[in-house]
């Protein structure tokens, strides 16, 4: 990936406007920055979400707090706690989030 045409800056994400995304159960808090074509979002998962859809996005993503649970069509399954990330690119393995405690997450896609 190259990153370009993007100067130096800095984001304080309390400003950053906030929308809202209904899943199955529950609301994910999307804050969200466009710079060139990488999104980068902060996002939190209301307790007890369960994601609405299968995604095919490839996503770079950290929890921050909380626990991510991430379920691939294939019936792997993973828990994300803080500190921990993982990456998928686009179209490789369909995944599903669910935040039983509710999270925090940093996520570049």
């Known amino acids: 990936m190259d990153i370009d045409g993007i100067s130096f800056a800095t ?3 309390s400003t950053v406007p906030v929308t809202e995304h209904k899943g199955e159960k529950g609301t994910a808090y999307w804050r969200t920055c466009q710079f060139g074509p990488i999104r980068v979002r902060m996002v939190e998962y209301s307790p007890g979400y369960l994601a609405d859809h299968w995604c095919s996005k490839g996503h770079i993503l950290l929890c921050l707090e909380g626990e991510l649970h991430t379920e691939l069509k294939d019936g792997r399954h993973f828990v994300l706690k803080p500190g921990v990330s993982y ?3 686009d179209n490789a393995e369909a995944h599903r989030s669910s935040a039983p405690i509710g999270a ?6």
């Open 11 to 13: 984001t304080d994400w």
């Open 87 to 89: 990456q998928v690119a």
């Open 104 to 109: 925090k997450l940093f996520v570049v896609d």
